[in-house]
Each structure stands twice: as structure tokens, then as C-alpha cells.
């Protein structure tokens, strides 16, 4: 079976333009969160999803936004990219939301703002 | 003060040796989880524990709930085990299982 997927890979955007992440979760996984890890830093908490809708929002501006389609798949959203957005950004799935389910990282997106 | 802290920040090994790495947190939580995260940024995990000890292979794991620490020990090290090594916690209570990270510790273990 395979993993947690993200795409694309690497990614690389000027400042002020939009940027979207997509992940693909472990299947039969139905909650999905996103981290952002700047280097050096341990992953911060973006957002989590469970069953299409956000169960949990870490501290981040609105110009952050995501969103989990019926197929458990996810979607982050930035707008208006700063230089300080660059990071790796890394999905993780379990197989529920809540408090006790492990959780399973994909690869990461690595974001450079220019 | 960060919530998870980890120690040693950095970590150079001789092939061989064991190493102990320590996790310390400050709030009330449900699992720890120890994660590795190779050079590239994907992370794997290692160990999801909430009490005891744990052990897989050269890995090992304990938590003391009471003294809100962990560690993570590896025997035999080996270069391969050369990565960064996160410590995470997940707060009790809540609906969510949004995961604290420690900032890693950098372990080289040479030959």
C-alpha cells in the first residue's frame, strides 16, 4: 500500500503569489494535518482535518487556508507568499482525528519564496 | 521556554556506541511520539508511547509520566542511524491530534 503522498516535491514562488499543496492520505485514513518545519525548527501545526472538516488551526495568519475533499485528500492553500512561507510543509494522516491515533508524515513539499 | 524540549541538540557517536537521546515537556498529554527525519525532510515514526517502555530492534523507548520526561536510546549504533531524531507530544484532552514537536536532535554516528 502506498504511503502518504504529497505533491509537487519542491516548489519554488515569488514573493505575493499563491501557492497550493496537495496530499493524498494512507488509504482507509480519513483525518489529515498539515505542519509547517522552517530549518532548523521542529514542525509547527498548520491545520488538522477529520471527515472534510477542520478539527483543529494552528497559529497561523489567514492568508493560510485548507480543505479535505470527500476522498480524504487535502489541499493548503497560501496567498500572498512572504519569504518567511519558505519551509517544508509535511501532511500526515491517521486513520482517525482524534486523541490516540497515530499519525503517518509524507515526504514533504519544500516551499522557496523568492 | 518552548513546551518539548529536546537534548542533545547536537550528537556525535562512534560506530558501536550507545546513545541516549532526552525529551523533556511541560504540558499534560495523552502520547509522545519519537520520529526520525532523514536529510530531504521525510519523517518517520519510530515510537508512539503514553507509558513504560517500548523497544524495536536497537531502539528503544521510555516515559515517565510523572517526571514528564523521555528518552530514546539506540545500541549498537550504527551510521545509518545518522539522522535527526524529534521528540512530539499530544496535549490530553481536546478533539484534536495535533502533534508539539521538539526541535530535533542532530545525531551523526561515524564509522
Known amino acids: 500500500d502506498a504511503g502518504v503522498t504529497q505533491s509537487p516535491t519542491h516548489l519554488i514562488k515569488t514573493r505575493g503569489q499563491h501557492v497550493t499543496l496537495r496530499c493524498s492520505p494512507i488509504?482507509?485514513?480519513?483525518?489529515v494535518s498539515w505542519y509547517q518545519q522552517v530549518l532548523g525548527q521542529g514542525p509547527q501545526f498548520i491545520f488538522q482535518y477529520y471527515e472534510k472538516e477542520e478539527r483543529g488551526r494552528g497559529n497561523f495568519p489567514d492568508r493560510f487556508s485548507a480543505r479535505q475533499f470527500p476522498n480524504y485528500s487535502s489541499e493548503l492553500n497560501v496567498n500572498a507568499l512572504l519569504l518567511g512561507d519558505s519551509a517544508l510543509y509535511l501532511c500526515?494522516?491517521?486513520?482517525?482525528?482524534?486523541?490516540?491515533?497515530?499519525?503517518?508524515f509524507g515526504p514533504g513539499t519544500r516551499l522557496t519564496v523568492t | 521556554k518552548n513546551e518539548v524540549e529536546q537534548s542533545p541538540q547536537n550528537l556525535t557517536a562512534q560506530e558501536g556506541e550507545f546513545i541516549t537521546i532526552n525529551c523533556s515537556y511541560s504540558v499534560g498529554i495523552s502520547a509522545l511520539h519519537w520520529l526520525q527525519q532523514h536529510p530531504g525532510g521525510g519523517i518517520v515514526s519510530l515510537f508512539m508511547?503514553?507509558?513504560g517502555k517500548k523497544k524495536h530492534g536497537r531502539l528503544i523507548a521510555t516515559i515517565n509520566i510523572q517526571e514528564k520526561h523521555s528518552s530514546l536510546h539506540i545500541t549498537a549504533s550504527h551510521p545509518r542511524d545518522s539522522a535527526v531524531y524529534i521528540c512530539?507530544?499530544?496535549?490530553?484532552?481536546?478533539?484534536?491530534?495535533?502533534?508539539?514537536f521538539g526541535t530535533g536532535t542532530l545525531l551523526a554516528v561515524q564509522p
Open positions: 508511547l503514553s507509558s
Open positions: 500526515a494522516s491517521s486513520l482517525v482525528g482524534q486523541v490516540g491515533s497515530e499519525q503517518y
Open positions: 512530539a507530544v499530544r496535549r490530553g484532552g481536546g478533539a484534536t491530534n495535533k502533534l508539539i
Open positions: 488509504s482507509g485514513h480519513k483525518s
